[in-house]
């Protein structure tokens, strides 16, 4: 049974209120928008008992274009249900997931929850995509990929790097002041012109970029939701550098950051603009696994499937050491941080409060000659006490950002195994077409067509990994020159205090 496109999925329990055309809803219902234009924080949608009324927009959630494409590609004939096609997609539940699209609660963003790439409840004929692909061809916008020379196949980047700077935080209310948020702006380099978003708004357009590109293109998640302290001032500046750094690495995804959807985002003119690009994004039919359709590697030959496995068996295992590798230096990060907001500076406290007192014992023997050395001994244990309080501050400095890519790359390294598994899943299947010709599943001609899409979902995963890779080694040599800086200008200073705490001691 397939919902309706203006279904949607109500997220909490709402009671109306008598005589304000309300209407109460349950958590888990399914409801039908009748009217999204009525404002103030508000929709009319009829529930499953026929009652119209007024529901806030916030309790409920828009089925995403996932639902949407499933449905139109049932009425097309492009993919069928397994129900229906038991025999062929027996084995498609071998392909596991490892949890790289984590699930979300529902919260200030309204996602629905996700169990993969392709949702829990649905699995997708892979062959008969392989074949009825190029139903779109004529439709969407290309993506090309192009021969990179050693290299291999590398998506076609624009001239000009798109950037955003994410700045300028602020409080809001909506539903006449019964509801807060905070809304961010947001200016592309493109235009230079702000527009404002929500953190909701932005989960909006991860749901919408996972759900378009998740099969071909590791998506990473949001900052993480949360309930509580949300309107406090360090934990807004964490989410909007959080943000901002995510917002980057869309911007430099030549693919996502062309897409019409994240134009709208970065973009749109008005409220107007606003809601009918979200609109159009929703209806948005190709999706998931529809999106090699718009993939074309230009004049390059089909490639040996083989020699592809190879390769994507060997970034297979580099990912997971990598993601080994990031999962152990925040731990050490993370204890290194601890030691030096605690224990570290504390010792550097008790050395200082230790000269200083051997100061004051010194100053009490009377003799004339004391005076220079116990004045050094107190500027001495005031040194240590400055250099306490610089070790507790300096992880904010230097460590900060290094832990802050190590925490972006774990979440994009979590979302790899699903895109490798939909690669891996079309080669088993072209694996297996001589048997379905053999049997007349399939005719020789769609065996070829299952081939050569194949072959596209090999070079975009190829692209994929080489943009992975140079985006890595950019990030990597930023970082560490940041931190490797940051640590130096640390030991200088610390040094200086030292020189200069040493030339306040004589010697006879």
């Not at 924080?41 to 959630?61: C, F, M, Q, T």
């Not at 129900?83 to 596991?96: F, R």
């Not at 970065?266 to 529809?290: H, I, P, Q």
Request: glycine residues 8%.
């Amino acid at each position: 049974m397939f919902l309706l496109l203006n279904s949607a999925q109500v997220l909490y329990d709402f009671t109306a209120e008598p005589g304000n055309n309300e209407l109460s809803v349950r958590e888990g219902e399914t409801i039908t928008i009748t009217n999204q234009n009525i404002g103030g924080g508000w929709i009319e949608a009829k529930n499953s008992r026929g009652e119209v009324g007024l529901v806030p927009e916030d309790y409920i959630e828009v089925w995403s274009g996932y639902q949407k494409w499933l449905l139109l590609a049932q009425k097309t004939g492009v993919i069928q249900l397994c129900a229906e096609d038991d025999e062929w997609d027996e084995e498609w539940d071998d392909v596991k997931t490892s949890g790289g699209y984590a699930e979300s609660e529902a919260g200030e963003g309204g996602a629905i929850n996700r169990g993969g790439a392709h949702g829990s409840s649905m699995k997708i004929a892979l062959n008969k995509v392989l074949i009825a692909i190029s139903f779109y061809m004529m439709r969407v916008r290309i993506y090309t990929v192009f021969q990179g020379g050693e290299a291999g196949p590398v998506w076609a980047y624009p001239d000009y790097q798109l950037d955003c700077v994410v700045a300028d935080p602020k409080k809001g209310t909506k539903m006449y002041g019964l509801k807060s948020y905070i809304e961010y702006q947001v200016t592309p380099t493109t235009t230079n012109k702000p527009v404002n978003h929500r953190y909701k708004h932005f989960d909006w357009l991860y749901e919408r970029l996972l759900d378009k590109y998740g099969s071909a293109i590791p998506i990473p998640c949001l900052p993480d939701k949360q309930v509580t302290g949300r309107f406090e001032e360090e934990f807004i500046k964490m989410r909007m550098e959080r943000l901002q750094g995510w917002m980057t690495r869309m911007c430099r995804h030549p693919v996502v950051s062309s897409s019409e959807v994240f134009q709208l985002f970065l973009s749109y003119k008005d409220e107007k603009d606003w809601k009918m690009g979200k609109r159009k994004a929703e209806k948005d039919e190709t999706v998931e696994v529809m999106i090699f359709s718009t993939i074309e590697p230009e004049g390059l030959p089909d490639l040996d499937l083989i020699e592809v496995e190879q390769k994507c068996e060997q970034f297979n295992r580099f990912t997971r050491a990598m993601d080994d590798g990031v999962k152990d230096l925040l731990t050490i990060g993370n204890e290194h941080w601890k030691r030096c907001t605690g224990p570290l500076p504390k010792e550097y406290q008790r050395i200082g409060k230790a000269f200083q007192n051997l100061s004051s014992v010194f100053n009490s023997s009377g003799y004339e000659g004391e005076a220079t050395l116990t004045d050094a001994l107190t500027a001495a244990g005031k040194t240590y006490e400055d250099i306490a309080q610089m070790v507790a501050e300096q992880p904010k400095k230097d460590l900060h950002f290094l832990m802050e890519t190590n925490n972006e790359y774990k979440g994009l390294l979590g979302c790899f195994p699903d895109t490798i598994g939909v690669h891996k899943a079309a080669i088993e299947k072209v694996k297996e077409a001589d048997k379905l010709v053999a049997t007349g599943k399939i005719t020789t001609s769609e065996k070829i067509t299952m081939s050569k899409r194949a072959s596209t979902m090999s070079y975009a995963l190829q692209a994929e990994m080489n943009h992975f890779h140079s985006n890595r080694i950019y990030d990597y040599n930023r970082v560490m020159q940041q931190y490797l800086e940051q640590q130096g200008k640390f030991y200088e200073m610390i040094a200086e205090k030292l020189r200069h705490a040493h030339s306040q001691f004589t010697t006879m």
